[in-house]
C-alpha cells in the first residue's frame, strides 16, 4: 500500500493545509519550485513522490493529476500542476511585498 492515499482526503478545503506542494527530489520542475518558494519566504508542506517507483501512477495523485507531472500545488482547494504556471502566480502575486522576483515597474516587464 502507498503511503500517498492521503491525496483525496487532501482535496478537502477543510483539511487542507494552507499549501502543498507535491513533488520529486530528482525533477528540475520540482526543484525550480521550491526555489522560488524559499526566495518568497513561502511556507508549504511537502510531499515527496519517488518516481522510480511509480508513486505518480497511484490513484490518489491520479485523481490530483491525470497527467502525472510533478511538481503539484495544492492550495486552497485548487490545483495547479505546471511549475512555470506555479511559479509566475506566486511571483506576480507577491510583486509589490519584499521580496520581490519580478520588476514593479511596466517598462522592465517585457514590454516591447
Known amino acids: 500500500m502507498s503511503p500517498y492515499n492521503f491525496v483525496p482526503e487532501v482535496r478537502s478545503e477543510l483539511e487542507l493545509p494552507p499549501r502543498v506542494e507535491i513533488h520529486s527530489a530528482t525533477s528540475v520542475c520540482s526543484q ?3 526555489l522560488v ?53 506566486h511571483c506576480e502575486l507577491r510583486r509589490w511585498s519584499d521580496p520581490s522576483l519580478v520588476s514593479r515597474t511596466f517598462p522592465h516587464r517585457g514590454a516591447g
Do not use: C
Not at 497511484?58 to 504556471?85: C, D
Open 32 to 34: 525550480k519550485v521550491r
Open 37 to 89: 518558494f524559499a526566495e518568497l519566504d513561502l511556507g508549504f508542506e511537502s510531499v515527496v513522490l519517488n518516481l522510480q517507483r511509480g508513486d505518480q501512477f497511484e490513484p490518489g495523485y491520479l485523481a490530483l493529476n491525470p497527467e502525472t507531472v510533478v511538481p503539484t500545488l495544492v492550495e486552497g482547494g485548487r490545483v495547479t500542476t505546471q511549475s512555470n504556471t506555479i511559479m509566475h502566480t
